[in-house]
């Protein structure tokens, strides 16, 4: 009885995931890089976030200046440099990073958000094997999978765009279109968003 229990609760934690995963979380869906671009390893980066929204900017801009820091990156916030007000345009932004010596810009804007039909394609959940169940769960033997049909339907989907201009040139060096698909806030937007630049950007050698 206690397997079978066992069995169930681990089946119906799988399918909780498989679902998790088909419907939520922030893919990269384009992705580009100058093939020409031969400036190595960012070592410093302004960040910017385009929105009228104060509190969402602020909130984009902290968390990007907090990866980025982490990896050992020199990262300012615009909105500490610039403040609030200061209009985001083109001659603003460049003569501020030119003022701060920063490698890089990295600028991101909404591109769109709403409802969108979108074809959730089919996935597989793996889930741990029962006979594991009484081994810690960094040690399950994940043996045990589901299976689950794609469906199209309507998810409320965020858009952005993600740049990275270099400082020198005034040149696009990387950009990324991103989709957030059933966002449960703002902040695990950008969590998301930033996680998935940060590791593309690592891959594409720009940062280490």
Not at 23 to 38: A, D, F, H, Q
Not at 77 to 85: E, I, N, R, T
């Amino acid at each position: 009885m206690k397997k079978s229990c066992t069995g169930l609760l681990l089946t119906l934690v799988g399918i909780a995931l498989g679902v998790l995963t088909s419907c939520g979380g922030t893919n990269l869906s384009y992705v580009w890089k100058e093939p020409r671009y031969g400036g190595g390893y960012l070592t410093s980066v302004m960040v910017v976030g385009v929105s009228k929204e104060v509190d969402r900017r602020r909130v984009f801009e902290e968390v990007f200046v907090r990866e980025f820091e982490k990896r050992g990156i020199k990262a300012v916030a615009s909105m500490k440099v610039l403040g609030p007000d200061t209009r985001l345009t083109r001659d603003t932004v460049k003569a501020e990073a030119a003022r701060l010596g920063v490698d890089a810009v990295l600028a991101t804007r909404l591109i769109s958000a709403g409802n969108e039909e979108i074809d959730r394609p089919p996935s597989i959940s793996t889930m741990p094997s029962a006979q594991y169940g009484n081994v810690d769960l960094y040690f399950y033997a994940f043996d045990a999978q589901s299976a689950y049909p794609g469906a199209l339907g309507k998810h409320y989907v965020v858009r952005l765009e993600t740049n990275v201009f270099d400082t020198d040139t005034e040149k696009l060096i990387w950009t990324a279109s991103s989709q957030t698909v059933e966002p449960e806030s703002i902040r695990e937007i950008i969590e998301s968003l930033c996680k998935n630049v940060m590791d593309r950007l690592r891959e594409d050698k720009l940062l280490r």
